[in-house]
Structures are given as structure tokens and as C-alpha cells.
């Protein structure tokens, strides 16, 4: 993919998925958001992908999975971390959107994708088996960036650790073959800062 510059949003990788750089291209840039149709995760296609430019906390010490949430730590200079007891807020925190990929090192700048078709990472037992409409939420008393999933609302709500409502599966484990936990979903956390 070539160099991505949309609008004021300027990657040198091109691809939104593998960005880790250290410093904005462009000033101003940071926190700004752009839609693709096209990536290398999952099966490429026309169904929007939204990733917003953010930088990853430099004190975040687990290297994020594709899929695994990303929580806001600074919401004024939009930056996001995996680790929930350093993010803004406790017991779920305020999900900033999802890792696409393993990428991102500590400190870097990149992009996480806060909407559209993408990858989200479950916890290893989910409450439900993902299938498609299945139901994803912030499990609020696991380990840290985990999802739940649930068959429907009401059986999320049922939950005792269910935390906010995220995304909804639009396919089984391992789509994609590309992590052991991951479910292609419509991704449609709470906005924040757009």
C-alpha cells in the first residue's frame, strides 16, 4: 500500500493497521480519523474500516494483540494503553476502540480502529460461543483488554462483570485465522473524542 494521506492523515507505512511512528507526520494530526475499505486483516472489501491516529502510552508494558482493546488513558492528548488500571477509568475503563495489530510499540504513534468491520479479541471463555450477532462486551472483571460475548442483550445484561457494550460479531473464532481468540465483529464503542 502506498503512502495513506487523506484529509490531513499521513502515514509513511500507508496502512493503518502496522503504523508505529515516532513522531506525527503532520501537526494536528493526532487524534484525527479516517475510513478505508481495503485491509490485510480479515478478507479485503468494501465494508468501512474508521481508524482514528492516537499515540500508545509509554508506560503501557503488555504489547497489544490484534483485536485486544485499546482504553483511554488521555483523552485530551489521545493517548490509549491495554492496561485497564491505567486507563481513565476503572471497572471497564473508556474503550478508545481496538488494536489492529500488534504494531504499536509503547510510546509510538499509530492507529486504532474505532469503527467499522474489524478484529476484536475474546477472553479465552467467553460466556457464549461467538457467532455471528453474537453480543461483545468489556468484561469489567477480568484481565486486562478482555471481551465477553453473550447471544443477545439481555443475556449480556444478565452478566455480572458486563461491562460496556462494544461490538457485534459478525463471524465465529479464529476468522481469519488470525489470532486464537478473534472474531471478525462491527466494532461501535462509545464515542469520546469524535
Known amino acids: 500500500m502506498a503512502n495513506l494521506f487523506r484529509h490531513g492523515f499521513h502515514l509513511d507505512s500507508g496502512d ?25 486483516l480479515f478478507s ?20 497489544p494483540a490484534v483485536g485486544q482493546i485499546a482504553y483511554w488513558k488521555d483523552l485530551d492528548n489521545f493517548i490509549v494503553t491495554t492496561d485497564v488500571s491505567d486507563a481513565a477509568a476503572t471497572n471497564g475503563g473508556l474503550v478508545a476502540g481496538f488494536f489492529p495489530s500488534a504494531s504499536l510499540a509503547a510510546g509510538k504513534y499509530g492507529c486504532i480502529q474505532v469503527a ?9 471463555s467467553p460466556t457464549a460461543t461467538a457467532a455471528a450477532g453474537s453480543v461483545i462486551f468489556v468484561d ?16 449480556a445484561a444478565a452478566v455480572t462483570n458486563a461491562g460496556p457494550i462494544v461490538a457485534t460479531a459478525l463471524t465465529a473464532k479464529n476468522a481469519g485465522s488470525i489470532g486464537t481468540h478473534v472474531v471478525e465483529a462491527l466494532i461501535h464503542p462509545t464515542r469520546h473524542s469524535w
Do not use: H, M
Not at 16 to 40: C, M, R
Not at 55 to 63: H, N
Open 16 to 40: 493503518p493497521t502496522t503504523a508505529n511512528e515516532t513522531t506525527p507526520f503532520i501537526d494536528g494530526q493526532l487524534g484525527k480519523v479516517t475510513s478505508e475499505t481495503n485491509t490485510a
Open 44 to 63: 479485503p472489501g468494501r465494508a468501512p474500516r474508521v481508524y482514528q491516529y492516537v499515540q500508545r502510552s509509554a508506560t503501557d508494558a503488555v504489547t
Open 116 to 124: 467499522g468491520v474489524g478484529p476484536v479479541l475474546l477472553k479465552g
Open 140 to 155: 469489567a472483571g477480568g484481565a486486562d483488554a478482555a471481551c465477553d460475548c453473550t447471544d443477545n442483550f439481555a443475556d
